[in-house]
């Protein structure tokens, strides 16, 4: 077998187990102590125009959100390129200097690996504190995948961890 192949193979399995071990939308799992600057309420609204990966011409789509050590995984859309999720995740954010918010699209299949439909990430520090913000972004792709389309919608408030629980 040649050495491309086991590769192609190796990151098949690599993400059909990656995609087996994230966690629900609900749970989460904190690794080591750290200590929390502030937390981040994110709000996955939509996607748009994403890239049809099924054959009738649409895509299951979902969304993993990841901070650190923390993922959410957002619930399937069946048949659309225009999903809307309107889920809410929190996160705890320890190095605020650092903190990247990496959001990633995948269409869902029964009787393969999940089809790669794009990326994005948010500087966390870029976010305003106590404001909320609601902000789209266009899609990327990967070495997989370089060609991808459509975006995402989220909606962010950041506070410190005293505060950022009430409005104001």
């Known amino acids: 077998v040649s050495q491309r192949v086991s590769n192609f193979i190796a990151k098949k399995i690599k993400g059909i187990i990656k995609e087996k ?12 102590q750290q200590d929390i600057e502030g937390k981040l309420r994110v709000t ?18 979902y969304a993993t959100l990841s901070l650190d050590d923390i993922e959410y995984k957002s619930k399937v859309i069946p048949k659309t390129l225009n999903p809307v ?14 903190a990247r918010l990496y959001i990633r699209v995948f269409d869902h299949d029964l ?8 990326k994005t ?24 995948t370089p060609v991808v389309s459509g975006t995402v919608t989220l909606e962010f408030l950041y506070g410190h961890e005293e505060g950022s629980g009430s409005s104001g």
């Open 111 to 118: 009787f393969s690996s999940d089809d790669f439909l794009g």
């Open 21 to 32: 071990l994230v966690l629900p939308n609900w749970q989460h799992i904190k690794l080591g």
């Open 85 to 98: 999720w309107n889920e809410t995740m929190l996160f705890e954010v320890s190095r605020l200097r650092d």
């Open 121 to 144: 990430q948010v500087r966390v520090a870029s976010l305003a504190e106590n404001q909320v913000h609601a902000l789209t972004y266009r899609l990327r792709g990967n070495e997989e």
């Open 44 to 61: 996955l609204l939509n996607a748009t125009n994403l890239m049809a990966s099924d054959s009738n011409g649409k895509s299951d789509p």
